[in-house]
Nanobody, 123 residues
Framework: VQLQASGGGLVQAGGSLRLSCAAS????????VGWFRQAPGKEREFVASINWIAGSTYYADSVKGRFTISRDNAKSTAYLQMNSLKPEDAAVYYC?????????????????WGHGTLVTVSS
C-alpha cells in the first residue's frame, strides 16, 4: 500500500486545516490508519488513529477535542481535521497504515508510511 499525505500549509493560530491520506489500492479499507507528527528537534509522536471499520478512534491527549480523524474507504482516503490549531501543533504530519500489533499508538504497529506534509502555525 502506498500512502500520500497532503493538505498541509500555513495557518494562523486558531485556524483549521484538513489533512488527507490517500492510499494506492482498495486493500486500504482493511487497515488501521494512524497520523503521527514530528516537530523540529523532537521525536515523532502519535496523533490519532482509526480502525478499519471506523468504529474505534484514539487521540493523543494534546489534540483531543480539537482534531478529528475519519476515513472514507470507498475513496481509500483518511482525513485529519485539525481545528483550533496552536503553534505547538506545527510539525511534519505523517499518515501510516497497519493491520497487526497490539498498540496503535506505537510506530511499530504500522507497516506502511506516507511522506509527510508540513503544517506551519503562526502565532
Amino acid at each position: 500500500v502506498q500512502l500520500q499525505a497532503s493538505g498541509g500549509g500555513l495557518v494562523q493560530a486558531g485556524g483549521s486545516l484538513r489533512l488527507s491520506c490517500a492510499a494506492s489500492d482498495g486493500t486500504f479499507s482493511t487497515y488501521t490508519v494512524g497520523w503521527f507528527r514530528q516537530a523540529p528537534g523532537k521525536e515523532r509522536e502519535f496523533v490519532a488513529s482509526i480502525n478499519w471499520i471506523a468504529g474505534s478512534t484514539y487521540y493523543a491527549d494534546s489534540v483531543k477535542g480539537r482534531f478529528t480523524i475519519s476515513r472514507d474507504n470507498a475513496k481509500s482516503t483518511a482525513y485529519l481535521q485539525m481545528n483550533s490549531l496552536k503553534p505547538e501543533d506545527a510539525a511534519v504530519y505523517y499518515c501510516a497504515a497497519g493491520q497487526y500489533g497490539t498498540n496503535v499508538k506505537y510506530e511499530s504497529f504500522y507497516e506502511y508510511w506516507g511522506h509527510g506534509t508540513l503544517v506551519t502555525v503562526s502565532s
